[in-house]
């Protein structure tokens, strides 16, 4: 168990919908990243926020749009969903936002089926 | 840009034998690290080694090690003794230092296999 949770495990949708996915980070860390496996682009970084503000983007669609909390937990929100969509979305926590350096723990995942 | 290679999508290796998984990357950084990460059946993404990229002496970590060839650009996992508990979907990953992290670059992965 990394500590890292995600809610929903599955989630099952039609296209057009909009979904939000929720992240708790490890206890202590300030910096959450998102990242999306999908069987034809692999595993993507998606953006990372790091103590409420968002530190860096990857390739995030701009149907696609996430914030940290207070709390610092975070939410992925995906809007206008699409087939291709469909994946498997990761979640993850380091202790620091300023440096590749640290390890990265992995929630379990939300795996979205969009119809 | 960062860019990360793994040619083997699947590698089988028996039980007890030792396999080596191949990784090259690019990046025009001199500060970063180098992580494999292995994915199981569960989905779960867990930590196997890292290396930072400003040491010499390659990482180990239990039957895990890593030769790192900076100048070529390649960082290959060597697991001994392999173990039905090892099977899983291997991940090279690089990620750059200094302020301002830019997320994880992984390659495709190698699919390992281990005959009992």
């Known amino acids: 168990d990394s500590g890292v949770t995600q809610t929903p495990k599955h989630l099952i949708t039609a296209t057009g919908q909009r979904v939000t996915l929720r992240c708790s980070p490890r206890?202590?860390?300030?910096?959450v990243y998102w990242y999306q496996q999908s069987l034809d682009q692999g595993l993507q970084f998606l953006i990372q926020?790091?103590?409420?503000?968002?530190?860096a983007k990857g390739n995030i669609l701009e149907r696609f749009s996430a914030q940290q909390f207070p709390d610092l937990h975070s939410e992925l929100n995906l809007s206008s969903l699409e087939l291709g969509d469909s994946a498997l979305y990761f979640c993850a926590s380091s202790a620091s936002g300023a440096s590749g350096a640290y390890e990265q723990y992995f929630g379990p995942g939300t795996r979205l089926t969009v119809t | 840009a960062q860019t990360v290679t793994q040619s083997q999508p699947e590698m089988s290796v028996q039980e007890a034998e030792t396999v080596t998984l191949s990784c090259t990357y690019d990046?025009?950084?001199?500060?970063?690290?180098l992580f494999w990460y292995k994915q199981p059946p569960s989905r779960q993404m867990i930590l196997v080694i890292r290396q930072e990229a400003y040491k010499q002496q390659n990482a180990t970590e239990n039957r895990f090690s890593v030769n790192f060839q900076k100048a070529a650009k390649s960082f290959s996992l060597k697991i001994s003794d392999s173990q039905l508990g090892d099977a899983a979907m291997y991940f090279c990953?690089?990620?750059?230092?200094?302020?301002?992290?830019?997320?994880?670059?992984f390659g495709k992965g190698t699919h390992l296999i281990i005959q009992p």
């Open positions: 990953i690089l990620s750059l230092g200094g302020g301002g992290a830019d997320g994880l670059t």
């Open positions: 926020y790091y103590n409420g503000e968002e530190r």
């Open positions: 990046t025009s950084e001199s500060d970063y690290y």
């Open positions: 206890s202590g860390d300030l910096s």
